[in-house]
């Protein structure tokens, strides 16, 4: 039996749903700054708000994913949270870059799993769905407004 993936789900829902939670539960008063971009950068996310957007992202996509409704939403969802993640520790915060990789090994090993969702993002020249058109709608006469 596979219990990697149900782990990994729970866990990155465990992680996110705090990380989402901390967000809003410390926006009057955040932690202390880092040294140095990462402390600016910390003090900019949280005075303009936008830790609220991230956060909400993240507390949204943890309780999907503790759920097991809707997986392969909060994982593009934490795609780009993680991503973001990934990028700030290895250019302004390196000495905790073992955290983002953990997490997002739990991603990979969750998004395995579900690659067959995201497979129709990755067509090169997708075609959108046309909607039939009914046969009662199409049998009406045009009707012009006056």
Request: glycine content about 4%.
């Amino acid at each position: 039996m596979n219990i990697a993936a149900p782990t990994a789900r729970v866990l990155l829902g465990l992680i996110f749903l705090a990380a989402g939670l901390s967000g809003f539960l410390l926006i009057s008063n955040p932690p202390p700054a880092p040294p140095g971009l990462a402390g600016a950068f910390q003090d900019v996310f949280f005075r303009s708000r936008w830790v609220l957007f991230v956060d909400g992202v993240e507390l949204i996509a943890g309780a999907l994913l503790l759920a097991n409704r809707y997986v392969a939403l909060a994982l593009a969802l934490l795609a780009a949270v993680i991503a973001n993640i990934l990028v700030f520790h290895l250019t302004m915060a390196q000495s905790s870059l073992p955290v983002p990789l953990v997490v997002l090994a739990l991603w990979t090993v969750l998004a395995w799993r579900f690659r067959s969702s995201f497979a129709p993002l990755l067509v090169a020249q997708a075609q959108p769905v046309r909607a039939p058109i009914s046969n009662a709608r199409a049998k009406q006469p045009l009707r012009v407004a006056a």
